[in-house]
């Protein structure tokens, strides 16, 4: 089949690649034209675990193609799907200016039947705006063409999309048009061999089945952040807790990891999307507004801890940070709880030598020449003349670190574990001053 993805993002670039390797021959369109240029050059411009083999092969078979040309792409594909970023407007809301441009570029392209997929994430009634943005546009050139607008919202993960698109748990498939619902159900009928995971239903509820299920995942990890803290006022370990709930097969042990809050290009912006929407309609979900605060709160908890521990000053001090992007396996930082922390040690006076094995280069162009920022090149070198160890991202290569080593280089032997990785007791038989998150008062700091 010949699509067209507008935005070449995680998620255009994902959508892209997997229906390319199913056989579709896929036109990817972003108006980034220094984008459009690398992956033209065969260069991938995020990180994300298989994507530049799937592109390359795809790209090498004539399969996928990357252009600036607007026109192009509405020509080339029966199905449009709209992969562009809805980032949240001044008071929270999906800012939806990308969605309406791309709408209002195939109704001035197109010259036959489309069908308009939405995958960016995007509150309840945007398949009625871009219906009219599309009709607008047609009805500037005085042409009269049947289209219709799907949402199709993505479920992927940063770190395993590839694994998430090409073996997806559910395709949920939004459209009042029967017909429209039958192809898309071909076009992922490659996705859906071993039994059917498409769930069709009305355009609105498609378009509130994706913000409830981030909702409800942020809702897990705040709902467990605030009883690790809780833990460490009565002193239980949450690390107990968890396992002990998890047991339950209606809890479950997914997302009940407490942390240092959920950071991301989804789940923050969704969350506050989320609460705007509820409240434009009139209702006032304050659940979500909960969720939101236990969140930002948690993304301080760490520092507040090494400021305590220094004595309440922390100028001069330097801190060793391993991990940067908001999960492992990604290279992205939108809204990672190591920024909360780096800027609020810089604020401090404090310094950081900070590592992570692939947000590097995103770190350096979101703190281009960052006073009291060291980027190195492997764990051991963030060490270097530290006073201090804070873990922020569970990267693998973390997770069994030689411990005679980083007390050897820290100036004093004291771990900050962001992510709960280490043994508490096992450090603190190994003189090593460890906080964790949510593990008790006789655990929390006190070897
Ligand atoms: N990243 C995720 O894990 C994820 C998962 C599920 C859903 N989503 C949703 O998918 C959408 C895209 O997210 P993302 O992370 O891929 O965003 P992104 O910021 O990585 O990419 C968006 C791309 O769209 C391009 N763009 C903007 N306007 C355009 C236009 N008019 N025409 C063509 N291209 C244009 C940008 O240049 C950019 O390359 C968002 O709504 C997001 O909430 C993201």
Redesign the pocket.
């Known amino acids: 089949m010949q699509l067209t993805i507008?935005?070449?993002?995680?998620?255009?670039l994902v959508t892209g690649a997997c229906m390319a390797e199913m056989g579709n021959h896929v036109v990817c369109?972003?108006?980034?034209e220094d984008?459009i240029q690398r992956l033209c050059n065969g260069e991938v411009p995020i990180y994300e675990p298989g994507l530049e083999s799937y592109i390359k092969r795809n790209q090498e078979a004539g399969r996928l193609e990357f252009t600036t040309d607007v026109a192009r792409g509405v020509s080339h594909g029966l199905f449009q799907f709209v992969?562009?970023?809805?980032p949240p407007d001044e008071d929270g809301s999906a800012d939806l200016k990308?969605v309406l441009?791309?709408a209002e570029?195939i109704g001035a392209h197109m010259n036959e039947y489309r069908i308009i997929v939405d995958?960016?994430?995007?509150p309840v009634g945007t398949a009625d705006k871009v219906r009219e943005a599309i009709h607008a546009a047609l009805a500037k050139r005085d042409v009269s063409l049947e289209f219709d607008v799907v949402s199709n919202?993505?479920?992927?993960?940063?770190g395993a999309?590839i694994e998430d698109f090409m073996k997806p748990d559910r395709i949920i498939v939004g459209t009042d048009n029967p017909r429209t619902t039958e192809l898309l159900r071909a076009l992922y009928e490659p996705f859906n061999r071993n039994r059917d995971r498409l769930i069709s239903m009305d355009v609105r509820s498609a378009e509130l089945t994706k913000y409830a299920a981030n909702a409800m995942l942020a809702t897990k990890i705040s709902f467990m952040n605030e009883l690790a803290n809780l833990a460490e006022n009565v002193g239980a370990d949450i690390e107990k807790v968890r396992v002990g709930i998890g047991s339950d097969p209606r809890i479950g042990y997914h997302f009940i990891y407490p942390g240092s809050g959920y950071g991301?290009?989804?789940f923050p912006?969704?969350v506050r999307a989320l609460a705007k929407s509820a409240s434009n309609s009139g209702y006032n979900a304050e659940l979500l507004e909960a969720v939101e605060n236990v969140n930002n709160r948690q993304k301080h908890r760490i520092f507040d801890k090494l400021l305590s521990h220094f004595g309440g000053d922390l100028e001069g001090k330097t801190i060793a940070l391993w991990g940067l992007s908001f999960k492992p396996n990604t290279d992205d930082m939108r809204e990672a709880p190591s920024r909360v922390l780096m800027e609020a040690l810089w604020k401090a006076g404090a310094s950081v030598r900070a590592y992570d094995p692939k947000a590097l280069e995103e770190t350096r162009r979101i703190y281009p020449s960052q006073e009291g920022l060291e980027l190195c090149e492997s764990s051991a070198e963030a060490l270097t003349g530290a006073d201090a160890l804070v873990v922020m991202t569970e990267w693998q290569e973390f997770r069994s670190p030689d411990f005679d080593k980083i007390s050897e280089a820290l100036s004093e032997p004291v771990i900050f574990d962001g992510r709960n990785l280490y043994d508490p007791d096992y450090l603190k038989s190994n003189g090593i001053h460890y906080y964790g998150v949510g593990r008790g008062k006789s655990l929390n700091g006190g070897s």
């Open positions: 507008f935005g070449s993002g995680y998620v255009g369109v972003d108006i980034d984008k992969a562009v970023g809805t990308h441009a791309v570029s995958k960016s994430t995007v919202p993505e479920f992927l993960k940063e999309a991301g290009s989804c912006k969704d």
